[in-house]
């Protein structure tokens, strides 16, 4: 509800305000839901004056119908979908991370959700030629792991250097710093990543639940409040800033032993696509099952190894192929 305030629209001045409230009419809503006419008796004030005043506020306030192919023109010019750069997971994500989107990578210890991010963050800045945010909260993230996985792609040393500097890390251990860090780049450190380089299509979070879950055992609601923050501002840099949003997430038991996404049923509601990962008997492979998805059918589930990220390719052109250690 939205109150009535004094200089809010032309006309509305103080005198007028004391009439309406005087007539029990408080809000925008109550004033534009009213009979005019009857309102102008019962305010004495000019008819006139006060249809004036409702126009504007109707014009100000109310939301105009759209059409769904227009809602589908918008989607269509401002969606990108980034491949991940490995085949079974980009199918698993209907061809990839798609821009204005949160999706979720959860999985226990050692599932690979770190191997994962780092190859998507590999993929985007050297292949795609694109800008990456990589907010690091558990300091697995090191300039050595990225270089060699740079390896496989390039011996060129200038190549590899191009694509790092399009990687741009913070590192943040508690939740309150990862506040900061994303209202600063919802506040202009975003476009300023951009300078220099491709402009900045996704942003990586690993682990969002590292420094959460800690803070949902005590006082609860501090915890879930701070989440939910947290949620809306990742939310906003989806939207407003057309960027991919990846997150991982640990996961937990069930009562019945099943395995879940962690950060409880408040969190459940944020990520648009969420992906389990899971250790199978080979020491670098993992099952990727789609737990939750708005264009795909669920529990369905690829293969990925992580010995490199795009195997195929490596393959192919006679790149380098990481070391198993």
């Not at 942003?203 to 809306?232: F, N, R, W, Y």
Request: glycine fraction near 8%.
């Amino acid at each position: 509800m939205v109150v009535l305030r004094e200089g809010m629209c032309p006309g509305l001045e103080e005198d007028l305000l004391r009439e309406l409230r005087a007539a029990g009419v408080r809000t925008v809503e109550e004033l534009v839901s009213s009979d005019i006419e009857e309102l102008a008796r019962r305010c004495s004030v000019s008819y006139k004056a006060l249809f004036a005043v409702r126009r504007v506020l109707l014009a100000q306030h109310t939301a105009f119908p759209v059409s769904g192919a227009d809602l589908y023109q918008e989607l269509l010019s401002s969606t990108a979908i980034l491949s991940t750069g490995n085949s079974s997971f980009d199918k698993l994500l209907d061809s990839g991370l798609y821009t204005g989107e949160i999706t979720e990578l959860c999985g226990g210890p050692a599932s690979g959700k770190s191997q994962v991010c780092f190859g998507v963050s590999i993929n985007i800045s050297f292949h795609l030629k694109q800008s990456v945010i990589y907010v690091d909260t558990t300091g697995g993230l090191t300039a050595s792991r990225m270089l060699q996985m740079l390896w496989t792609e390039t011996s060129n040393t200038e190549e590899q250097m191009e694509a790092l500097q399009r990687i741009h890390i913070f590192r943040v251990f508690n939740v309150y710093a990862l506040l900061d860090c994303l209202r600063g780049l919802r506040g202009g450190l975003l476009q300023q990543a951009s300078v220099g380089g491709g402009s900045v299509k996704a942003l990586i979070v690993d682990s969002v639940s590292a420094i959460i879950s800690p803070l949902l055992g005590g006082k609860q609601s501090e915890g879930i409040s701070l989440m939910i923050e947290v949620a809306g501002v990742l939310k906003t840099l989806a939207k407003d800033f057309n960027v991919a949003v990846l997150v991982t997430n640990h996961v937990s038991k069930g009562v019945r032993g099943e395995v879940q996404p962690g950060l409880g049923v408040s969190w459940s509601h944020i990520p648009r696509t969420r992906v389990l990962l899971e250790q199978v008997e080979r020491r670098l492979l993992r099952r990727a099952t789609l737990i939750k998805s708005s264009r795909q059918p669920c529990l369905f589930s690829e293969d990925l190894d992580l010995q490199w990220w795009s195997r195929s390719e490596a393959s192919s052109s006679g790149k380098r192929k990481l070391p198993d250690s």
